[in-house]
């Protein structure tokens, strides 16, 4: 157990439609990261927050946007949904800023099905 | 940009069988590399890293050693078990960023 909490588990839903998957960090870490994995792009790095603020940007289309709230745990809104948004959703979180050589530690992801 | 590549697979073994898992790398400036496992239906788990040139990192019988001249981080196990039957990937990350790179992943299938 890694101690990254992702909710739900599972998420079905309808081309055009809107989701928000969850992540609780492990308890004390500051850093929130966001990746998709998909079977033709592999693992991508999305989005990474700390302490409440963006950190750091990386492939995240527009129709996607994410937070970090003060409690530390994370959200990160899909909209406009399409079937090629498809895929595991895996949430991670460190200690510190994330510039240092620390590792990340991953939840077990949310799978997204668009029908 | 920073780039990691792994060998395809499915890497097929027998029970205690050597195994390697090639990865290599392009990174600007001094990366840190990790090997990491996903079991089937469950988030990824940090199985060794290497911070530096020579560092060797290992756990759980694996092993794999930083060579800053081939720029490759090979994942090897003496003698893989059943339960070794995951997907494994290589990552990298660059000093003073926060994102990791990962390589597409190598699946490793192994029969008793």
């Known amino acids: 157990d890694s101690g990254v909490t992702q909710t739900p588990k599972h998420l079905i839903t309808a081309t055009g439609q809107r989701v928000t998957l969850r992540c609780s960090p492990r308890?004390?870490?500051?850093?929130v990261y966001w990746y998709q994995q998909s079977l033709d792009q592999g693992l991508q790095f999305l989005i990474h927050?700390?302490?409440?603020?963006?950190?750091a940007k990386g492939n995240i289309l527009e129709r996607f946007s994410a937070q970090q709230f003060p409690d530390l745990h994370s959200e990160l809104n899909l909209s406009s949904l399409e079937l090629g948004d498809s895929a595991l959703y895996f949430c991670a979180s460190s200690d510190g800023t994330g510039d240092s050589n620390q590792p990340q530690h991953f939840g077990d992801g949310t799978r997204l099905s668009i029908l | 940009g920073d780039s990691v590549t792994q060998m395809e697979g499915p890497v097929t073994l027998s029970e205690e069988a050597f195994l390697t898992i090639n990865c290599t790398y392009t990174?600007?400036?001094?990366?840190?590399l990790f090997w990491y496992v996903q079991y089937p239906g469950e988030g990824l788990q940090l199985l060794l890293k290497a911070t530096k040139a020579d560092d060797k990192g290992s756990n759980k019988g694996f092993e794999a050693t930083y060579r800053k001249e081939t720029t490759s981080f090979h994942l090897e196990k003496g003698s893989v078990q059943v339960s070794d039957s995951a997907v494994y990937f290589c990552a990298l990350k660059t000093s003073g960023y926060s994102t990791l790179t990962f390589g597409k992943g190598t699946m490793l299938l192994v029969s008793p």
């Open positions: 990174a600007t400036g001094y990366p840190s």
């Open positions: 927050y700390y302490n409440g603020e963006e950190r």
């Open positions: 308890s004390g870490d500051l850093s």
